[in-house]
Nanobody, 123 residues
């Protein structure tokens, strides 16, 4: 129902744009989030956007480098990642929380998850 794409291998300092597209149902009125999980680490919040797209939230580690946005007619959420660092290497997941809500940094608050896309940043 959520399909994440756009991951790949990039050198440190480079950029990638991840996409999260809805299929089979609409998430255009849901709060959305991006999370990531590095090998041997717990899943962590990266960025979130509320249901209308009017409010965004970021983990301190990505503030100023990542931008979350949503295209409501396309039912797609994006994560623009700039100035990538090796520490950003992880599988990135998009998730939907609930309709007409704010986003949350808690993974347990999200009801729907995409399959993940791998981002590898080389030094």
């Amino acid at each position: 129902q959520l399909q994440a794409s756009g991951g790949g291998l990039v050198q440190a300092g480079g950029s990638l744009r991840l996409s999260c597209a809805a299929s089979g149902r609409t998430f255009s009125a849901y709060a959305m989030g991006w999370f990531r999980q590095a090998p041997g680490k717990e899943r962590e919040f990266v960025a979130g956007v509320n249901w209308s797209g009017g409010s965004t939230y970021y983990a301190d580690s990505v503030k100023g480098r990542f931008t979350i946005s949503r295209d409501i007619p396309k039912d797609t959420v994006y994560l623009q990642m700039n100035s990538l660092k090796p520490d950003d290497t992880a599988v990135y997941y998009c998730a939907a929380r609930r309709i007409y809500s704010e986003s949350s940094y808690l993974a347990g608050e999200y009801a729907y998850w995409g399959q993940g896309t791998l981002v590898t940043v080389s030094s």
